[in-house]
């Protein structure tokens, strides 16, 4: 029912945790499914330096966590908010109609994370 890749942040999650002494936290719950996320970072000027995730929910919530960690350590704040919901279904091999809400919730987060900045 899962792509590998989707398995494979499931059970070797990236940058799982919480950021000691972010600049930044988000965190959001999907008030249908009850499934919640969290992201915080650290900034070097305007580049993302560390970014962690914390979830609890479903397997697609926790790979698509774990992916957009992936995706956006490393860019600038601006590259950052140009990551698209697609570009994140895509890392991770595509996503049951059943289970979209997982990338909206990533996106969401990032998107409330980056607010500001």
């Given at each position: 029912?899962?792509?590998?890749?989707?398995?494979?942040?499931?059970?070797?999650?990236?940058?799982?945790?919480?950021?000691?002494?972010?600049?930044?936290?988000?965190?959001?719950?999907?008030?249908?499914?009850?499934?919640?996320?969290?992201?915080?970072?650290?900034?070097?000027?305007?580049?993302?330096?560390?970014?962690?995730?914390?979830?609890?929910?479903?397997?697609?919530?926790?790979?698509?966590?774990?992916?957009?960690?992936?995706?956006?350590?490393?860019?600038?704040?601006?590259?950052?908010?140009?990551v698209r919901r697609e570009e994140l279904v895509d890392k991770v091999g595509g996503l049951p109609q059943a289970s979209a809400?997982?990338?909206?919730?990533?996106?969401?987060?990032?998107?409330?994370?980056?607010?500001?900045?």
């Amino acid at each position: 029912m899962y792509s590998a890749e989707v398995l494979d942040h499931f059970q070797n999650p990236r940058n799982p945790g919480e950021v000691e002494a972010p600049d930044r936290a988000a965190k959001l719950e999907n008030p249908v499914c009850g499934d919640i996320l969290e992201l915080t970072l650290k900034l070097e000027g305007k580049r993302v330096a560390e970014i962690r995730f914390r979830a609890k929910g479903c397997v697609p919530a926790m790979a698509c966590g774990s992916a957009i960690t992936e995706m956006i350590k490393g860019k600038t704040v601006e590259e950052a908010r140009q990551v698209r919901r697609e570009e994140l279904v895509d890392k991770v091999g595509g996503l049951p109609q059943a289970s979209a809400h997982a990338s909206h919730l990533a996106m969401d987060t990032l998107a409330k994370l980056l607010r500001g900045l």
